[in-house]
């Protein structure tokens, strides 16, 4: 893949699928997500997200009784959604990934605001990492936060340690269900130079 390429199947050609072909994922095209997003960036190399990839009718059932109505079709398309989840308790990880500061854990653990929003940030950021990588691999991807987190908890993370982020429908794309895509904002009306 060449450099315009790869910032089209990234970037500009990529869509955001709602329908998807009948082709499954193989098991390692997925365990390969994981690794190659694992490099992203996360804040003193915290990692908090934490992955399911739900296939099994089993899990699709028990997922879509917690979707909005307008996303069980799509999850009943996608061969594996993924729920992007993370460690509540992500800093007990951080004295091995990320050794130069020994006081970084108990200063986290002592602080549920921070800690909260150390996991929310950086396991949002990996959720990206993982739709970069997965459409790099020549995957499609539907994200989506329309669904009940607390209902999507108790029924996947009863111990309360890990905690539901955002979801993404993976599989290869039907385009002909896509629709026009939306616009962008200008640069002048989202970013500036100082
Ligand atoms: C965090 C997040 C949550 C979203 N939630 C939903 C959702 O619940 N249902 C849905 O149909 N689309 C959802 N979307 C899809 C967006 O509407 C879509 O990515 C956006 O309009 C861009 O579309 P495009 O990639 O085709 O340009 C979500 C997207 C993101 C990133």
């Not at 069980?72 to 990880?93: C, G, L, N, Q, S």
Request: some cysteine.
């Amino acid at each position: 893949m060449n450099h315009t390429d790869a910032l089209d199947r990234a970037f500009t050609q990529a869509r955001t699928h709602s329908a998807f072909k009948p082709d499954a994922i193989p098991d390692a095209t997925l365990q390969q997500l994981q690794q190659l997003s694992q490099w992203g960036p996360t804040a003193f190399n915290s990692q908090p997200a934490r992955y399911v990839f739900v296939r099994s009718s089993e899990g699709k059932q028990k997922l879509s009784a917690c979707l909005s109505p307008g996303n069980v079709a799509k999850v009943a398309a996608a061969p594996v959604t993924v729920i992007v989840a993370m460690d509540t308790r992500f800093y007990e990880h951080l004295p091995t990934q990320f050794p130069h500061n020994p006081g970084l854990r108990a200063g986290l653990e002592a602080d549920a605001a921070r800690a909260h929003a150390t996991a929310f940030r950086n396991s949002s950021l990996q959720g990206a990492y993982l739709m970069v990588a997965a459409r790099l691999l020549g995957l499609d991807c539907g994200p989506m936060s329309g669904f009940d987190a607390q209902a999507l908890d108790n029924a996947f993370f009863p111990d309360g340690r890990w905690r539901s982020n955002f979801l993404v429908n993976l599989g290869y794309g039907d385009d002909s269900q896509l629709h026009p895509r939306g616009p962008r904002l200008d640069f002048s009306e989202c970013a500036t130079f100082l």
